[in-house]
């Protein structure tokens, strides 16, 4: 299953959870985490990043991503908002209530088949 994650503040923020993530033996158990690039405007230099990428199998936990972002965030000044989304399905996770965490994990865990439809919008 993939998994996309953007987190508001831009790419300094994305690559710093980005090195969280590889750092956390249980979320790197059982997926692969990368931030994908692509080419940037014609007016601008380098490559943008503006997503991170999780590829996971049958031994990822959903339950460790939850408490790895959830720890991340309270780290970082401003408590960032990162979207999830897995298909068609999003997650926005704002004030990391556990609420918001326990929706996040319940969205992940589902078998693909029922990831959700195009409406299925979750978070806000």
């Known amino acids: ?73 309270q780290t970082r000044p401003g408590r960032r908002s990162v979207t999830v989304q897995r298909g068609e399905t999003t997650v926005i996770v704002e004030n990391g209530s556990e609420e918001e965490l326990s929706r996040l994990i319940e969205a992940l865990e589902r078998p693909d088949d029922s990831a959700g439809g195009p409406a299925d919008q979750e978070g806000r």
């Open 1 to 73: 299953m993939r998994v996309d994650v953007r987190v508001d503040g831009g790419e300094r923020e994305l690559r710093s959870l980005y090195n969280w993530l590889r750092q956390d033996s249980a979320v790197r158990r059982g997926a692969d985490v990368t931030l994908p690039q692509s080419p940037s405007e014609p007016d601008q230099m380098g490559l943008l990043t503006d997503v991170l990428q999780l590829v996971t199998d049958n031994g990822w936990s959903a339950a460790s991503f939850a408490l790895a972002l959830s720890t991340w965030r």
